[in-house]
């Protein structure tokens, strides 16, 4: 038996039986953030991260952001308004990628992760079919907390930001469809809507979901004549219930579809996957029987599409004519607008900023907003989303492991 004060000491130690300090987080005061905007390198990403407005309240809240120079070009916001926002506009990359808060539109890149020091906050889209594991390990290595702004839901349990970004493109397809209509752009020479003695245009909405919806209430107020389909009757009610008007619903049968489609001036598809490839519902044969000169335009291209005939187009270059059917088929509509998209980006993230900067550390927001939590696919290098640790093969923690207790 050891008697020795000691040796027993040592053994104890060596044991990890001797009690410890139990690590706590320590309570941070309101602190100042240091935000950078880089330009968006993606291809047609005319979108901005934050408008100067927003700029300009977070920098009266005691803020700093670091935005690159052009970054407001594709939104018509030039330097000068950025810098009078308070911003200090950076012609070196490398300059806005050391903030401690790296807010942008589109995922990373590998040659912009080589840009940061690592130990950062990144804010970004999170395109899961098309993210590269690359990224991912790039992104750990430097030990940086990833937030998907396309996964943060709100106070009400809805996913904010794809909702606003579904009501721009729903409410832009239909603007797209009435211009591709007109005359002047090899169209039928129709108005998308209807006058009095003259029979209104026939839409046809495939998926009624955000984007579904508020085309439907876009086409409804110019005075369309509109059917909408989808595999799911509860969304079929629920759209009705918000439009407040007694539209013609069908689910999805082939017959059915292949009946409204042939009679259709415009047909939108809006459908959408929750992992992998949109469903093909409208074949061939059924775009072939269309009027000729009616309008396809397929929002749920970057999915792959709901349409047989739809293949990738861009805003330079946005539309095809097959079976005499005008297709408009580009994928991130919003961009067609983008300083509107820029605005509601700004609407909901500046609040979320400002919250981080009252808390001192992103970590209690994290802790506290269950909304904002289920957006973080990973914490100081350690990624915490299953699906993307399952799909890439990568190991994965829960978050509420990871953060420091209180």
């Known amino acids: 038996m050891v008697t020795d004060p000691e040796l027993l000491k040592s053994l104890l130690h060596e044991g990890g039986l001797l009690p410890k300090e139990e690590m706590l987080a320590i309570k941070r005061k309101k602190g100042q953030l240091m935000i950078g905007i880089p330009k968006e390198i993606s291809f047609q990403e005319r979108r901005v991260a934050l408008v100067p407005e927003a700029v300009s309240l977070l920098v009266a809240n005691g803020h700093r952001v670091k935005i690159e120079a052009g970054a407001g070009d594709g939104t018509n916001f030039s330097d000068g308004e950025y810098s009078e926002a308070g911003a200090s506009i950076c012609h070196d990359k490398k300059e806005v990628y050391s903030c401690d808060i790296i807010f942008k539109v589109a995922p990373p890149s590998e040659a912009e992760i080589e840009l940061m020091p690592g130990n950062q906050t990144f804010?970004?889209?999170?395109?899961?079919?098309?993210?590269?594991?690359?990224?991912?390990?790039?992104?750990?290595?430097?030990?940086t907390t990833c937030i998907a702004w396309d996964y943060i839901k709100d106070e009400e349990g809805v996913f904010s930001v794809v909702r606003t970004m579904g009501e721009i493109a729903?409410?832009?397809?239909?603007?797209?469809?009435?211009?591709?209509?007109?005359?002047?752009?090899?169209?039928?020479?129709?108005?998308?809507?209807?006058?009095?003695?003259v029979q209104p245009t026939e839409v046809v909405i495939i998926g009624a979901g955000t984007v579904g919806e508020f085309a439907t209430r876009a086409a409804l107020g110019l005075g369309a004549s509109v059917k909408v389909f989808d595999n799911s009757v509860a969304r079929l009610r629920r759209l009705q219930i918000a439009v407040g008007n007694r539209v013609f619903t069908s689910i999805i049968q082939p017959k059915v579809l292949a009946k409204a489609i042939r009679r259709a001036d415009v047909a939108?598809?809006?459908?959408?996957?929750?992992?992998?490839?949109?469903?093909?519902?409208?074949?061939?044969?059924?775009?072939?029987?269309?009027k000729e000169g009616s309008v396809v335009v397929d929002v749920s291209i970057d999915q792959g599409g709901c349409f047989e005939t739809s293949k990738v187009t861009n805003h330079n270059d946005p539309t095809f004519s097959k079976y005499g059917v005008i297709h408009y088929c580009v994928p991130n509509i919003a961009s067609r607008v983008s300083r509107t998209a820029s605005f509601a980006l700004s609407n909901i993230f500046s609040p979320l900023l400002l919250d981080i900067g009252e808390k001192g550390?992103?970590?209690?927001?994290?802790?506290?907003?269950?909304?904002?939590?289920?957006?973080?696919?990973?914490?100081?290098?350690?990624?915490?989303?299953?699906?993307?640790?399952?799909?890439?093969?990568?190991?994965?923690?829960?978050?509420d492991l990871l953060l420091p207790r209180i």
């Open 361 to 399: 550390s992103i970590d209690d927001v994290i802790r506290f907003k269950v909304g904002f939590k289920d957006g973080v696919y990973m914490y100081k290098g350690v990624l915490t989303n299953e699906i993307l640790g399952k799909v890439f093969d990568l190991n994965y923690q829960p978050i």
């Open 170 to 197: 729903g409410n832009t397809a239909i603007l797209v469809a009435g211009e591709l209509l007109s005359s002047y752009t090899m169209g039928k020479g129709l108005m998308l809507g209807g006058v009095a003695g």
């Open 123 to 143: 804010i970004s889209a999170l395109q899961i079919s098309t993210q590269p594991k690359a990224i991912l390990e790039k992104l750990m290595a430097k030990k």
């Open 268 to 290: 939108i598809g809006a459908l959408r996957a929750p992992m992998g490839r949109t469903p093909c519902v409208v074949t061939n044969e059924m775009v072939e029987q269309m």
